[in-house]
C-alpha cells in the first residue's frame, strides 16, 4: 500500500467528496461549536484528499472543510489559504472515511449501516469489520441487520420521522413489502409510532419466544422439527419470534398428549387443550382429592425426628456439642418440616371420584404444564330427583360440587315468566329498563333503611362465612375471604386465640342456616340484636387481613382497630423454643436478653448451642419467668410482655397521624340541633384525656364478665 504524503493546498482546489460515508448532517449546535473552535485556533487536524481531474476531494474532514469555505465566505480566510492535506489513494480514500467518521462521535447510524455492509460486499468478513474499527461482533451484525431495513425506513430515519429504536423493531423481519405495509399504516396514523407496537404488528402471525407455548415445547425443538425464528438483535434479552404458529402448536398438542395418554389409563375422560379460557371450566362439576392415611413408614420417620431433636436438648451440652450433632440437628428440623408438609397435604382422588370425573390436560400462563382434574361434565352429573334440594348431589356417589352454570340454569324455552313477558309483547329490552328501575327503587329505599339494611347485609356475609355451599346466590354482592393460613396451621393450632374462636363460635346463634330460603332470612330478621351482633363481629372477624406492623405496606386501619380493643397480644401469645426461639438466630436471642435481662445473663447463656438457649430463653420470656427462671420482679415484668417486632398493637400509627381539623368543617346547613350536637361531641374529644380513655377501656376488659370461660382460670 503506497504511503500518504501530506502537502499544504489551497482552499479553492479543494472539494468535498463523493466518497465521504457521512451523509446525515450534524447537529446545527455541534456545526456551530466547531466553527467557534476552527476560526478562534485555526485547523488543527489534516483534512484527508485524493487527487481529482481538477484539483484534490476531501473524503475525510469533511464538515471542517464546510467551515473553512463558510470563513472564506465571511472574509475570515483567503480563497487561496493553504490548508494541511494528506494526500491518499481513492482506494485508501473509502477506507479512511469510514474509519475518521466513524471513530468521531455522532456519526448517523444509518451511514454506519450502510458503510459496514458496502465494505462486506467488497469482501471484507465481519471478524474484520470489527478489528479495523474497534467494536464487537455484536455491534456489526446489529448494523448490518439494520442495513437490510427497507430503503423507504431508513430514508424515514434520516428526515427524523422515527427513532432508532423504531428502526431497530423493523429489522426484526427481512420482509420489505412487510415492513413497507406496517410502516404506511403508521404514517396514516395521527400517533407516532412506538417500537413495541412496531414489533407486535409485525409479529402478529407469531409466538414470542417468552410465550407459554414456545416455553413449553422449547425453541430448540421447535427448530428442530424445522420451525423458523425471528430473531431481535435489538433486544437485550435476545429474543425471539416462532414464525410458524401452526407447527408451534402442533408440538405443543403432541407432548401434551403424551400426559393425557398416561392418565387416560385412570380416569373417565381426559382431553388436550393448547388454549383454555379463563372461563372455561364453569359447566363443569367438580371432586376434590380426599385425605388419606399417611404412610405409616413416613409416620414412623416423623416420630423418630421428634425424638432425636428432643435428645439434641436433653443428652448435650456445650461440652459434648459438635459440629457434626449441629448438621445433624439442622438436617432433622429440615427433613421434619417436609413430612410434616406431606402429611397434611396428602390427598389424592378415590377410584370412585376418577370412574365419573376426567382431566384437561393444557399449559399453564407460565409455560408449564397444567392438569385440571377432577372435572365432571355435564352429562355426568348426577339427575336431581324429585324433591331434593338443588345443592344436593347424589348421596350414593361421590360428593360432587355442582357448577355454578348449571344450578340456576332455566331453559328459556320452558321458562314461565318468558314466556308471559312474550304474551304481554314486553321485548327483552323493555324487561331490562323494568329490571333496572325496580333495583334503583329497592336502592333508594334500601339506603335510607339501616335496620333492613343491616340484616340483608348480615344474611349475606353468614352466607360467605356459615354456610358451606358457595352455589347459593346472595340478596347483596358481598365477598369476604379469609386469610390464607394453612401453611402455618400447626403454629394457630390449640392456641390462646383458637380457643377464644371456638368459644365464640359455639356461641353463635346458627340455628336458622338450616331452613329454606326465604323462611331462613325471616328467622335470622327475628333474632334479638345481641345475636345479630355476634354474627356480625365473627362474620367480620372471618375476613380480617393478616399482617404484622412493621410489614412494608402495612395497612394502618388494622393497627388502629387492634388498638381500640386494648388487644394484649402477649397474654394470648408467648415465644417458645418450639414457635419462636428454635427458629431465629442465636444472636437475636442473645441480643434480647441482654437488653431485657442483662450482660451477665447473656454472657453465661452465649457459651450454650442453640438448643438450650432456646429452651432457656422460653423460660425467660413465659408468663411466669419468676418461677420458670428465678428472674426478678422487675425483670420478669419485662420479659414476661416482651413480643417481636410487629407483634404488639401499639396504636402507633394514631400517634404518628395528625389529629383531624375540624375547624375548616361547615355546619351552616345543619339543624341547630343537629350542630350542637356534634359541636359537643368535638369539645369531648378534644378535652378528653387518652390516658383515662384507655384506662377506662381496660377496666372494662377486666371484668370478670367480659372474660371467656376457658380464661378464668389463666387469669385467676
Known amino acids: 500500500m503506497t504511503n500518504p504524503t501530506i502537502a499544504m493546498i489551497p482552499l479553492n482546489k479543494l472539494s468535498l467528496s463523493p466518497l465521504n460515508v457521512r451523509k446525515t448532517a450534524a447537529s446545527e449546535e455541534d456545526d456551530n461549536e466547531l466553527y467557534a473552535s476552527i476560526k478562534a485556533n485555526g485547523i488543527k487536524q489534516n483534512l484527508l484528499v485524493y487527487k481529482s481531474a481538477n484539483g484534490y476531494l476531501v473524503h475525510a474532514g469533511g464538515r471542517r472543510f464546510t467551515v473553512l469555505e463558510r470563513l472564506v465566505t465571511e472574509g475570515e480566510y483567503q480563497a487561496d489559504k493553504e490548508i494541511p492535506c494528506i494526500i491518499e489513494t481513492k482506494k485508501q480514500a473509502e477506507e479512511t472515511s469510514l474509519i475518521e467518521n466513524f471513530v468521531r462521535a455522532g456519526m448517523h447510524p444509518a451511514d454506519e449501516a450502510e458503510?459496514?455492509?458496502a465494505l462486506e460486499k467488497k469482501g471484507w468478513s465481519r471478524e474484520e469489520i470489527a478489528n479495523r474499527f474497534g467494536v464487537t461482533l455484536n455491534f456489526v451484525d446489529r448494523r448490518m441487520k439494520l442495513a437490510r431495513v427497507s430503503p423507504v425506513i431508513i430514508e424515514a430515519f434520516r428526515a427524523n420521522k422515527m427513532t432508532l429504536e423504531c428502526v431497530q423493531a423493523f429489522s426484526i423481519t427481512d420482509d420489505h413489502g412487510r415492513q413497507k405495509e406496517v410502516w404506511?399504516?403508521?404514517?396514516?396514523?395521527?400517533?407516532?409510532?412506538?417500537?413495541?407496537?412496531?414489533?407486535?404488528?409485525?409479529?402478529?402471525?407469531?409466538?414470542?419466544?417468552?410465550?407459554k407455548l414456545a416455553l413449553f415445547v422449547g425453541v430448540e425443538t421447535y427448530q428442530a422439527a424445522g420451525g423458523t425464528v425471528l430473531r431481535d438483535l435489538f433486544s437485550d434479552n435476545n429474543s425471539v419470534h416462532l414464525a410458524d404458529g401452526g407447527l408451534l402448536e402442533k408440538l405443543a398438542g403432541e407432548k401434551l398428549q403424551a400426559t393425557a395418554d398416561e392418565l387416560a389409563k385412570e380416569w373417565k375422560w381426559v382431553a388436550v387443550e393448547v388454549?383454555?379460557?379463563?372461563?372455561?371450566?364453569?359447566?363443569?362439576?367438580?371432586?376434590?382429592?380426599?385425605?388419606?392415611?399417611?404412610?405409616?413408614?413416613?409416620?414412623?420417620?416423623f416420630e423418630d425426628l421428634e425424638t432425636r431433636l428432643g435428645a439434641f436438648s436433653n443428652e448435650y451440652d456445650e461440652e459434648t456439642w459438635t459440629d457434626e450433632l449441629q448438621a445433624e440437628e439442622d438436617a432433622a428440623s429440615e427433613r421434619l418440616e417436609e413430612i410434616r408438609k406431606i402429611i397434611a397435604d396428602s390427598a389424592t382422588f378415590t377410584a370412585e371420584q376418577k370412574a365419573i370425573a376426567g382431566v384437561v390436560v393444557t399449559v399453564d400462563h407460565g409455560g408449564d404444564l397444567r392438569t385440571e382434574a377432577g372435572l365432571v361434565r355435564p352429562e355426568d352429573l348426577p339427575k336431581k330427583k324429585s324433591g331434593e334440594d338443588e345443592d344436593e348431589g347424589d348421596s350414593a356417589g361421590p360428593d360432587i360440587q355442582m357448577p355454578a352454570s348449571t344450578t340456576r340454569t332455566i331453559d328459556a324455552n320452558n321458562d314461565p315468566a318468558t314466556d308471559a313477558r312474550k304474551q304481554q309483547g314486553v321485548s327483552m329490552s323493555l324487561a331490562e329498563e323494568l329490571r333496572a328501575t325496580r333495583h334503583q327503587i329497592l336502592q333508594a329505599h334500601l339506603a335510607a333503611d339501616f335496620t333492613t339494611a343491616f340484616d340483608v347485609m348480615l344474611y349475606s356475609m353468614c352466607f360467605r362465612t356459615l354456610r358451606n355451599s358457595s352455589s347459593r346466590s346472595t340478596p347483596v354482592n358481598v365477598s369476604i375471604t379469609h386469610a390464607e393460613t394453612w401453611r402455618n396451621r400447626d403454629a394457630i393450632k390449640d392456641t390462646v386465640a383458637a380457643r377464644?374462636?371456638?368459644?365464640t363460635r359455639d356461641g353463635l346463634n346458627?340455628?336458622?342456616?338450616?331452613?329454606?330460603?326465604?323462611?331462613?332470612?325471616?328467622?335470622?330478621?327475628?333474632?334479638?340484636?345481641?345475636?345479630?351482633?355476634?354474627?356480625?363481629?365473627w362474620c367480620s372477624a372471618h375476613g380480617v387481613i393478616q399482617q404484622l406492623a412493621t410489614d412494608t405496606g402495612a395497612n394502618p386501619i388494622?393497627?388502629?382497630?387492634?388498638?381500640?380493643?386494648?388487644?394484649?397480644?402477649?397474654?394470648?401469645?408467648?415465644?417458645?423454643?418450639?414457635?419462636?426461639?428454635?427458629?431465629?438466630?442465636?444472636?437475636?436471642?442473645?441480643?434480647?436478653s441482654r437488653e431485657l435481662i442483662g450482660d451477665r445473663w447473656a454472657d453465661d447463656k452465649a457459651k450454650d448451642k442453640k438448643p438450650v438457649i432456646a429452651a432457656s430463653m422460653e423460660q425467660a420470656f413465659s408468663e411466669d419467668p419468676r418461677a420458670a427462671a428465678g428472674l426478678t420482679p422487675d425483670t420478669a415484668a419485662k420479659t414476661s410482655t416482651w413480643l417481636p417486632d410487629g407483634m404488639a398493637f401499639t396504636g402507633s400509627f394514631i400517634e404518628r397521624a395528625p389529629a383531624p381539623d375540624y375547624s375548616s368543617h361547615d355546619y351552616n346547613d345543619l339543624d341547630t340541633e343537629d350542630n350542637e350536637d356534634r359541636e359537643t361531641d368535638v369539645d369531648g374529644a378534644d378535652d378528653a384525656d387518652p390516658e383515662d380513655e384507655l384506662q377506662e377501656h381496660e377496666q372494662v376488659v377486666d371484668e370478670d364478665d367480659d372474660i371467656p370461660a376457658f380464661l378464668k382460670e389463666n387469669a385467676a
Open 510 to 537: 346458627v340455628e336458622w342456616l338450616s331452613l329454606a330460603s326465604p323462611h331462613d332470612f325471616e328467622a335470622m330478621c327475628a333474632l334479638p340484636d345481641a345475636d345479630k351482633q355476634a354474627l356480625f363481629a
Open 558 to 592: 388494622i393497627e388502629v382497630i387492634g388498638h381500640r380493643m386494648a388487644i394484649d397480644a402477649a397474654a394470648c401469645w408467648r415465644p417458645t423454643a418450639a414457635n419462636y426461639w428454635g427458629k431465629t438466630k442465636k444472636d437475636h436471642a442473645i441480643k434480647v
Open 275 to 301: 388454549e383454555v379460557a379463563y372461563d372455561a371450566f364453569r359447566s363443569f362439576g367438580r371432586v376434590y382429592p380426599e385425605p388419606v392415611e399417611p404412610d405409616p413408614a413416613l409416620v414412623k420417620e
Open 115 to 117: 458503510a459496514f455492509n
Open 184 to 211: 404506511e399504516e403508521y404514517t396514516n396514523s395521527p400517533y407516532a409510532p412506538y417500537p413495541s407496537n412496531i414489533k407486535s404488528a409485525l409479529t402478529q402471525r407469531t409466538y414470542h419466544g417468552n410465550s
Open 500 to 503: 377464644m374462636l371456638q368459644a
